[in-house]
Structure formats: structure tokens, C-alpha cells
């Protein structure tokens, strides 16, 4: 599978964003797709996922209340929705994809990745 992560850009604090990442080649369904990222000068962290329904998610403790990750099988695209945007949000977003059983918070339990998108909060 191939992935596309789209929709960064620069927000003010307290403000919104949705990333999107579009998925190519194989079965969307069969895969649990996840949501990591790498602020500036930090190791790449789990910020959530969602399993193959669609029906399960899973959050990092930060972002925890904040941001919404979701999916539209019909468009093969997973999506994340941010809200409440703090400084310590900015960094690289990346999505990824993983045949394993949801859910799934390790970097190497993926083993698919697109592209990083930016993010920067400004304070």
C-alpha cells in the first residue's frame, strides 16, 4: 500500500487542522492505520489509530480529547482531526498502515509509511 499524508500547514494556538492520508494499492480494509509524529529535536511518538472497521481508536495520552482520527472506506482515506492546537503539537505528522491486529502503538509494528506533512503551531 502506498501512502499520501496531506494538510499541514501553520495554525495559531487554540486553532484547528485536519490531515488526511490516502491510501493506494492494496485493500484500505486491511489495514490498521495509524498516526505518528516527530516534533523538532524528539523521537517519533504514537498519536493514534484506527482499526480495520473503523469501529475501534486509540489515542496518545497528549492528544488525548483533542484530536479525532477517522476513516472513509469509500475514499480509502484516514483522517485527523485536530482541535485545540498547543505549540508542543508541532512537528512532522506521518500516517501509517499495518496488517497486524488493532491496536498497535510501536513505530516498528508498522510496516508501511508515507511522507510526513508539517505542522506548526504558532504560540
Known amino acids: 500500500v502506498q501512502l499520501q499524508a496531506s494538510g499541514g500547514g501553520l495554525v495559531q494556538a487554540g486553532g484547528s487542522l485536519r490531515l488526511s492520508c490516502a491510501a493506494s494499492?492494496?485493500?484500505?480494509?486491511?489495514?490498521?492505520m495509524g498516526w505518528f509524529r516527530q516534533g523538532p529535536g524528539k523521537e517519533r511518538e504514537f498519536v493514534a489509530a484506527?482499526?480495520?472497521?473503523?469501529?475501534?481508536?486509540t489515542y496518545g495520552d497528549s492528544v488525548k480529547g483533542r484530536f479525532t482520527i477517522s476513516k472513509d472506506g469509500a475514499k480509502n482515506t484516514v483522517y485527523l482531526q485536530m482541535n485545540s492546537l498547543k505549540s508542543e503539537d508541532t512537528a512532522v505528522y506521518y500516517c501509517?498502515?499495518?496488517?497486524?491486529?488493532?491496536?498497535?502503538?510501536?513505530?516498528?509494528?508498522?510496516?508501511?509509511w508515507g511522507q510526513g506533512t508539517q505542522v506548526t503551531v504558532s504560540s
Open positions: 501509517a498502515a499495518t496488517q497486524k491486529s488493532f491496536p498497535r502503538w510501536v513505530i516498528s509494528e508498522y510496516e508501511y
Open positions: 494499492g492494496r485493500s484500505f480494509s486491511s489495514y490498521v
Open positions: 484506527i482499526s480495520r472497521s473503523g469501529g475501534s481508536t
